[in-house]
């Protein structure tokens, strides 16, 4: 792992789900290539690339030409960015308009953006004609680290995010780094910390490695492609093992329980964005297992001085217009989390790289825990 990193060919990683198995490939500038890769998968196939105004300005004309030079047909479909694009109405227009584009059975539909679009699309694709094959594009680096793979799509509900979706995995993902370059920092930084989460809940060597070439996975150098696939190959293991998350899965969900309440505290809004709150999540999850005396607390200290150097939250202090009171957030915790005669269920830690899921953890006990925190 210390050896030094020179950029070569993309990396593959395969994602092991029988009929449904599907590649990862990985690398700078693959997005030339898009045409050629969709044409020998399906020969023939037809393409309606569903993206949102942001991307689609910056990515939208190399993506479509790499198409048209390998003679592979693309319709586009522009959405309005950000989180708000995951409704019914804009669902809505997505499935007429992959109809309208005359995308049938043996084509395919191409997510080519951040998680809202690749969740947005990926759910159309599963219902449009009862089920079309689509290629995730991703375009963030959380996208690329974990929501293009795994096939989780779907919308979010007045009751609460992605509450409609479905199970239905892509047949390839095309994770181009060079796409992040035109990402702005603070959200490269968010999917950092799904990156982390990776070494945090399964893998102490790469955390370790982490903290020595994470200026260089943020800078574009080689060390980028080399953490993305890290990930990828975690993720697709994980979800090869568990894909409708029955057990493992449940991992990834490391930090998200207390990041889940406070992006609902922040109203999803620009003040904490999605990674930055699973940053304070997992510091949040380490010290409560510390507070357990699972873990010692250097152990969690180290986590959060990591997060800390990349520039994401640690201390709920750091939330910008600060976090509800101790009520509101164990309301939050409740609704996000479902509560079993008053016993939560979290993702919990003996150690950097070693999360386990914990049952029936007392909710007066996180309680206490988080009002010391506010204090
Ligand atoms: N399906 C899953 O397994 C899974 C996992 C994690 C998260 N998610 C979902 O992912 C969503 C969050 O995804 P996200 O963080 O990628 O947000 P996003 O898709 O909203 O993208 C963030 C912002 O970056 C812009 N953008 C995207 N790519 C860009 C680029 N290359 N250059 C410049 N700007 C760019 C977008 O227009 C948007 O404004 C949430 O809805 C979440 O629920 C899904
Ligand atoms: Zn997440």
């Known amino acids: 792992m210390t050896a030094p990193l020179r950029r070569g ?4 990683v395969d994602v092991a789900l029988g009929a449904r198995a599907y590649q990862i490939v990985i690398g700078r500038g693959l997005t030339g290539q898009i045409g050629d890769r969709v044409r020998a998968l399906r020969p023939g196939a037809r393409t309606a690339i569903v993206t949102d105004e942001t991307v ?30 995951k409704s019914y109405a804009t669902f809505e227009t997505v499935c007429e308009a992959i109809i309208a584009a005359r995308i049938e059975r043996r084509d395919l539909v191409v997510a080519l953006g ?5 969740d947005l699309a990926g759910f159309a694709a599963a219902c449009v004609r009862r089920g079309l094959d689509f290629v995730q594009v991703p375009t963030t680096l959380l996208a690329q680290v974990d929501s293009s793979v795994g096939g989780k799509t779907g919308i979010n509900s007045r009751h609460g995010k992605n509450l409609i979706g479905a199970f239905h995995q892509p047949v390839l ?75 493992e899965r449940a991992l990834l969900n490391l930090g998200h329980t207390f990041g889940h309440a406070l992006e609902a505290a922040a109203g999803y809004s620009d003040r904490l964005l999605h990674g930055e709150a699973v940053a304070l999540g997992m510091v949040l999850a380490f010290e409560f297992s510390a507070r357990r005396g699972l873990v010692d607390g250097a152990q969690a200290a180290r986590a959060a001085a990591h997060l800390a150097a ?39 830690v003996r150690g950097i790289g070693q999360a386990f899921v ?14 010391e925190k506010l204090k």
């Not at 060919?9 to 593959?12: K, L, Q």
Request: with cysteine; net charge negative.
């Open 9 to 12: 060919e993309p990396v593959a």
């Open 56 to 85: 689609a300005r910056h990515h939208l004309p190399a993506v479509e030409a790499a198409l048209r030079s390998a003679g592979v047909e693309a319709a586009h479909i522009v959405v309005p960015e950000g989180e708000g694009a």
């Open 114 to 118: 951040g998680g809202v679009v690749g």
């Open 173 to 247: 993902v095309i994770a181009d780094t060079a796409l992040l370059d035109t990402l702005p920092v603070r959200q490269f930084r968010a999917g950092y910390a799904e990156v982390a989460k990776y070494g945090l809940l399964g893998d102490a060597a790469f955390f370790t490695w982490l903290e020595e070439n994470w200026r260089d996975v943020f800078a574009g150098g080689p060390a980028r492609e080399h953490a993305i696939a890290v990930c990828c190959r975690a993720k697709a293991g994980i979800v090869a093992r568990d894909e409708r998350e029955s057990g």
């Open 310 to 348: 990349a520039g994401l939250p640690t201390r709920l202090g750091d939330v910008p217009g600060g976090v509800p009171g101790i009520d509101a957030l164990m309301d939050l915790i409740a609704q996000d989390k479902k509560v079993k005669r008053g016993t939560l269920t979290f993702i919990l």
């Open 358 to 371: 914990a049952n029936a953890i007392d909710a007066a006990e996180v309680r206490a825990f988080l009002a």
